[in-house]
Structures are given as structure tokens and as C-alpha cells.
């Protein structure tokens, strides 16, 4: 994919010229040191692909998630508007632009397959008679081939998605012209539609399919709150270090952060609703092949787990989140939202562990060593990516708005 290695035309200032303010110039070194470390310990792993791969796949997830998350509320961000938007764009920017390397990131699930996706594994199909039933059924759908050729497209379309919409805003700041934001608003409304049907069917084939004899209508939507979820947590932590360094000084306000937690709110009651959904309409349908995937997840240490995600990734942040005064407090903002993003990882380990140790629950030191190592490559790139552009857009009416409440403020 070539897109990639590219830039967009007139990008403004390089990279050189710009002054980053010190969290981004840390966040690029740490997490590049941190990616370092914990893949050369990940290295060793290498005598036992299966947990390996197992443990890699929700810390792909994870951090693939934030990309996506981050090009979804971009778009969103273009058809609302909103002052919290013009804060948040450049992080939004450049992680959608992270998407670019996300290929790279998913040939260790390609090279195991066969250690993930029962379909994939002939020995397995060879030795489960209903697995190969299914397999017969769908395998003009689970097959290696066809998998791989999806995965190749929904990786063009969220990369050309990425540089569009990025090519578009630098050169907005650079001419002023209007025309390139309404490109940018138009592209988001159908680019949203596209976005919804694409994340609905990668979902499917890196999640769902890991048990073909289960599915769930609402596993589509699942994933989309998930991922918007985790980009905005992230967004808020990076933005609560970089409010008080210029350019944001300028514009950014108690405010503003209100705003921001209004949505971490809503984020968390959607992640609720869907979950809840879930359950229910698998629930009151009472069949086999769906019930199955939630009694895996009620029983020894899983059922405890399933607590822990209830009482700390809904009913903690909600009740915490109705307090207005935190909303404003940036701090204790960025602490809710770092919490919630260790438990965005927790969720998708319960959804994809149990499938290949349902009979028990246990954590490997891989589960807890590949997010940070995924998480810091992806943490490098992201800072790289932050640091092509100037942090604050120009020209939008709304910046020279913001700048007024907030000198007003002070």
C-alpha cells in the first residue's frame, strides 16, 4: 500500500520546523523505548506461537481500535463541529493516520491462523465433526484467501479514508479556503455510512469468527462504541498534559474539559446499552449455539472477571462521571479515562481468552506483555504522526471563538 510512504499535498511546516510541546516530544521516546523492551521480551515467547498469537490478538485489537476510533470521531467531528472538536482534531489526525502502518501490525495474526480461527486449522476441522459441518457451510466465506483479500480492503479504505481527510485539513490551514471543509464535512456523512459496514464486517472476521458456531447480531455495534471508547480516553489523557502548553493555552478551558467528559459519559452509557443488548436478546432467545458463548463466561474466574467489567467499566464511571466538577477538573478527568482504557483491553480479553480457555480462567504473562508492546510501537508512531503539523488548526472560525471565552475566562 503505497499511501502510505507518501505525504499529503502541501502538508505545511515539516516535522523539523515545528515546536511540539514537551509531552509529545516525551510520549515519542518513552513509548518507543517501551516498544523496544517489551517485544525483545516478547521474543521469547517464540517456542510457543499458539499463546503467543493468542495474546496478541485482543493487544492488536486494542490498539488497531484507537486508529479506527480516531478516523470515526474525525468524521463525526466534521458533520457536528463544535469547539471540543477543533481541540481534538490534530489527535484525531494523526491517529487515523497510524492506520497507515496497521498492516504491518496484523501479519502476526496472518502467520497464526491456524492458531486462532478453528476454520483456518485442518486438523481441528478434521477432528470436530460439527466444526467441519460449519466450515462446509460457510467456507465460502471462512477461507484463508478471502479473509486475507478483506482484510487487504479494509485497510485501503481506512487509509485513503485517513489521507483524504488529513490532505483536506492541512491544506485548509494553509489557504483558508472554506471549500476544503465542506470536502471534509461531505466525505464524513457517506465516509460514516462506509465506516459503520466495514467495522461491522472486520469485526466479524477477527472477532466473531474465532467461535463459528456462535454469532450475535449486535457484535458490529460492539466494536464501534469499543473503538470510539478507547480513542477518546486516549485523546483525553494526551489532552489533559497539553492544555497547559501553548498552543492550546490559548484556547482551552474548564469548559471544554466539561464537554469532553459529557462524552466520556455518553461513550460509557452506549458501551452499557450495547453490552446489555447483547445479552438480552441472546437471553430471552435461550438457543444453544448463542447461550453457550455467556455460560463460558459465568463460570470460575470468568464469572468474576465479568463483575469487575460491570462494576468498573459502567457503574463506576457513571456514577463518577455525573459529577460536574470532575468533568472540569482535567486531572481527575484524564485519571476516569485512564482507567477506562486499561478496561477497554479487559473487555476485549473477556470477549476473545474464554474462546481457547473456556474451561479456566488464567492470565499469561503474554496477556499482560503485548498491549504494552503493541501499545507502545503504536504510541510511537502516533507521537511521529502528531509532530507533521501545527497541534492547533488555522483559519477555522471557531479557533478565534475559542481564543475569545477563553481570554474572557481568564
Known amino acids: ?149 478483506r482484510a487487504i480492503f479494509y485497510f485501503l479504505f481506512w487509509a485513503l479514508m485517513a489521507r483524504t481527510l488529513t490532505s483536506w485539513s492541512w491544506k485548509y490551514d494553509e489557504t483558508g479556503d472554506r471549500e476544503y471543509a465542506e470536502k471534509m464535512r461531505r466525505m464524513s456523512g457517506w465516509g460514516l455510512l462506509a465506516q459503520a459496514l466495514v467495522i461491522t464486517f472486520a469485526g466479524v472476521d477477527w472477532g466473531m469468527s474465532l467461535d463459528p458456531h456462535w454469532f450475535s447480531t449486535i457484535w458490529g455495534i460492539l466494536f464501534m462504541v469499543g473503538q470510539a471508547l478507547s480513542a477518546w480516553c486516549l485523546c483525553i489523557m494526551l489532552m489533559s498534559r497539553l492544555y497547559t502548553h501553548a498552543p492550546f493555552t490559548r484556547v482551552a478551558t474548564s469548559t471544554l474539559f466539561h464537554d469532553l467528559g459529557k462524552f466520556l459519559f455518553a461513550f460509557v452509557m452506549l458501551w452499557g446499552y450495547v453490552n446489555l443488548s447483547q445479552f438480552l436478546i441472546i437471553w430471552s432467545g435461550n438457543l444453544p449455539e448463542e447461550t453457550t458463548w455467556y455460560l463460558h463466561r459465568s463460570v470460575g474466574g470468568w464469572r468474576q472477571l465479568t463483575y469487575l467489567l460491570v462494576g468498573l467499566h459502567f457503574f463506576l464511571p457513571f456514577f463518577t462521571l455525573l459529577s460536574a466538577g470532575l468533568k472540569k477538573n482535567a486531572g481527575r478527568l484524564a485519571v476516569v479515562a485512564g482507567l477506562l482504557f486499561a478496561l477497554r483491553y479487559v473487555d476485549l480479553f473477556w470477549n476473545i481468552a474464554p474462546i481457547f480457555k473456556h474451561e479456566h480462567f488464567s492470565v499469561h504473562p503474554f496477556d499482560l506483555l503485548m498491549p504494552v508492546a503493541v501499545g507502545g510501537a503504536w504510541l510511537y508512531l502516533f507521537a511521529r504522526q502528531l509532530e507533521k503539523a501545527p497541534l492547533l488548526v488555522k483559519h477555522d472560525p471557531q479557533v478565534q471563538e475559542m481564543e475569545e471565552l477563553a481570554a474572557h475566562a481568564h
Open 1 to 149: 500500500m503505497s499511501a502510505h510512504h507518501e505525504e499529503p499535498v502541501n502538508p505545511g511546516p515539516a516535522a523539523s520546523t515545528l515546536s511540539m510541546p514537551a509531552p509529545v516530544v516525551s510520549l515519542r521516546r518513552i513509548a518507543g523505548l517501551v516498544a523496544l523492551i517489551a517485544s525483545a521480551l516478547a521474543l521469547t515467547g517464540y517456542s510457543n506461537p499458539a499463546q503467543l498469537v493468542q495474546s496478541y490478538l485482543p493487544a492488536f485489537l486494542l490498539w488497531f481500535g484507537v486508529s479506527i476510533g480516531c478516523l470515526s470521531m474525525l468524521m463525526i467531528q466534521h458533520q457536528s463541529g463544535g469547539h471540543w472538536g477543533i481541540l481534538l482534531r490534530r489527535l484525531f489526525e494523526a491517529g487515523a493516520r497510524t492506520i497507515y502502518f496497521m498492516p504491518l501490525f496484523f501479519i502476526p495474526i496472518l502467520l497464526g491462523m491456524a492458531n486462532l480461527y478453528s476454520w483456518a486449522d485442518p486438523v481441528r476441522i478434521a477432528a470436530d465433526h460439527h466444526l467441519e459441518e460449519i466450515v462446509h457451510k460457510k467456507g465460502a466465506y471462512l477461507n484463508v484467501p478471502f479473509f486475507t483479500g
